[in-house]
T-cell receptor
Framework: DQQVKQNSPSLSVQEGRISILNCDYT??????FLWYKKYPAEGPTFLIS?????DKNEDGRFTVFLNKSAKHLSLHIVPSQPGDSAVYFC??????????FGQGTELSVKP | DTEVTQTPKHLVMGMTNKKSLKCEQH?????MYWYKQKAKKPPELMFV???????INESVPSRFSPECPNSSLLNLHLHALQPEDSALYLC???????????FGSGTQLSVL
């Protein structure tokens, strides 16, 4: 049972345009979400998070939106840059130190 | 210092070898983790240590043996691995559960 889902395995965007990465979850008890970015052969790096008491959190070019009623969150990157090309994982803590990851979306930003 | 340091970066071992992966953090984090990641898949949790005590073992085979000598160090001892154990092994730490994880750059392990 996949509690955190990223249904798009890949996304290709032109440099300067907006990238929108989507994530759905099934467990209504999740109250905190994180986005990680991963380059090949490196560890994931934390990007941005959002608590369920908010519906938006912004950090520079990165904004995460949370729609609790739809159990959906999205990561917006504006403007997209070639260095943003990576795999993006959304994740939710499920208790006891377990972090449930989505399957990831590979973003490719073309110059 | 916001780094989690893992050594070695690369490791090739035979199925009869014994080796160890090492992880170190100096952020005062109380939770430390081992994850395994295959290419283009999400990280899979293996072990969680909280205050130097093992709190989660995700039914990992006994050929993987974790050790937490102190609050800054985490080891993963490997013995009699199989080729399917080849993967990127990631260490992570967090201030506490529900806090963001800081990941190391990983050890790329190949089992021949």
């Amino acid at each position: 049972d996949q509690q955190v889902k990223q249904n798009s395995p890949s996304l290709s965007v032109q440099e300067g345009r907006i990238s929108i990465l989507n994530c759905d979850y099934t467990n209504s008890m999740f109250d905190y979400f994180l986005w990680y970015k991963k380059y090949p052969a490196e560890g994931p790096t934390f990007l941005i998070s959002i608590s369920s008491i908010k519906d938006k959190n912004e950090d520079g070019r990165f904004t995460v939106f949370l729609n609790k009623s739809a159990k959906h969150l999205s990561l917006h990157i504006v403007p997209s840059q070639p260095g943003d090309s990576a795999v993006y994982f959304c994740a939710a803590p499920s208790g006891g130190g377990k972090l449930i990851f989505g399957q990831g979306t590979e973003l490719s930003v073309k110059p | 210092d916001t780094e989690v340091t893992q050594t070695p970066k690369h490791l090739v071992m035979g199925m009869t070898n014994k080796k160890s992966l090492k992880c170190e953090q100096h952020m005062g984090h109380r939770a430390m983790y081992w994850y395994k990641q295959k290419a283009k898949k999400p990280p899979e949790l293996m072990f969680v240590y909280s205050y130097e005590k093992l709190s989660i073992n995700e039914s990992v085979p006994s050929r993987f043996s974790p050790e937490c000598p102190n609050s800054s160090l985490l080891n993963l001892h490997l013995h009699a691995l199989q080729p399917e154990d080849s993967a990127l092994y990631l260490c992570a730490s967090s201030q506490d559960f529900y806090e963001k994880l800081f990941f190391g750059s990983g050890t790329q392990l190949s089992v021949l």
